[in-house]
Structure formats: C-alpha cells, structure tokens
C-alpha cells in the first residue's frame, strides 16, 4: 500500500511517494493503519505533520554575507536534510551550503545556502528539490520493476518446482 502526500515548497508543489508496509490493529488517520504510538498516546507521524495555518518553510535572509538565505524547514528531519544539502552542494554556483538541527527531538532543521549570485539561493534549492524528486522517481520505478521481476521469476521457480513433483509422481 502506498502513501501520497503534496508538499507545497517555496511556492511550488511537489510530490512525494511512502511505500510502507502497515501493520495491523493501529488506526491511523484516513483509515490508514500506523505502527507506532509516543509515549503520550500520539501516533509517532504526527510530529511530522503541519498544523492549520503553519508554513512548511521560512526563508530569512542572512544579513552579514551576501547572497545567502537561511531556510528554517519543519516537520522534517535529517532525512531530508542531508539530501537536501547534498544535491545543493552539486551546484557549481553554490559557495556554501549545510544544515543543521537545533535539538534530536525536534521535526526541524535550518538550511543555510549561499550562492555566487548567478542564481539566488532560493533557486539552487529549488533546483535541488526537482532534482532529488527525478531521482526519487528513477529509483522507485527501477525498485519497481526489479520486484516484479523478482515475482515473475519466483513464480516460475515455483511451477518448476511442482512440475517436478509431478514427474516424480
């Protein structure tokens, strides 16, 4: 079963893919069965969830060096920071560029991106993003295929297999 959600980043849409396995007799939002509670009987996704009216990203710019912005990004964590910071730093008009989080139990990190001022640093992340979503594409679609192949062949090993019992029959 998969899971879809849009974020909406910097203006732009952009959507990402959770392909999970859901274990059973936890309820979860929409009818979707989740696998973990908190301690204060929250389901552990929550904390990665926006609340009414909260921005998924703040951008502020950094007033003592020139073109470079801090992104405050919430409801996220090192997963998306470090790939994130990765790809931005692939850029050839990116000066300097890394993340990091505040505090271990917080779903936040900031984002800090200088460019050569060719391109804003709004732009080196946005491109980042759309980069990261082609790849995350390319990959779940060769995920895909490699495990319908797998199926395809496990199916046959198992009609050779009872065509075999047969024979011995």
């Known amino acids: 079963m998969g899971l879809s959600h849009t974020y909406e980043f910097l203006n732009r849409s952009f959507c990402f893919h959770w392909f999970i396995k859901i274990p059973p007799n936890v309820p979860g ?3 979707f069965e989740l696998h973990k ?10 904390e990665f969830l926006l609340e009414p009216g909260e921005k998924k990203i703040e951008q502020t710019p950094d007033t003592r060096v ?15 920071g470090n790939m994130l910071s990765e790809r931005i730093g692939k850029n050839p008009h990116v000066l ?5 989080i505040d505090h271990p139990l917080k779903a936040e990190f900031d984002l800090r991106v200088q460019t050569d001022g060719q391109i804003s ?8 993003a759309k980069d990261l ?15 319908e192949l797998r199926k395809m062949v496990g199916a046959v090993d ?10 011995q029959i």
């Open 29 to 31: 939002p929409g009818g």
């Open 37 to 46: 509670l908190t301690d204060d009987g929250k389901l552990s996704f929550a």
């Open 66 to 80: 020139a073109n470079c912005m801090w992104f405050k990004v919430k409801k996220e964590d090192h997963t998306l």
């Open 96 to 100: 300097f560029n890394g993340y990091k």
């Open 121 to 128: 640093p709004k732009d080196a992340v946005l491109q980042a």
């Open 133 to 147: 979503v082609n790849d995350l594409g390319i990959m779940s679609r060769q995920f895909t295929k490699e495990w």
């Open 158 to 167: 198992n009609q050779n297999a009872q065509d075999d019992q047969q024979r």
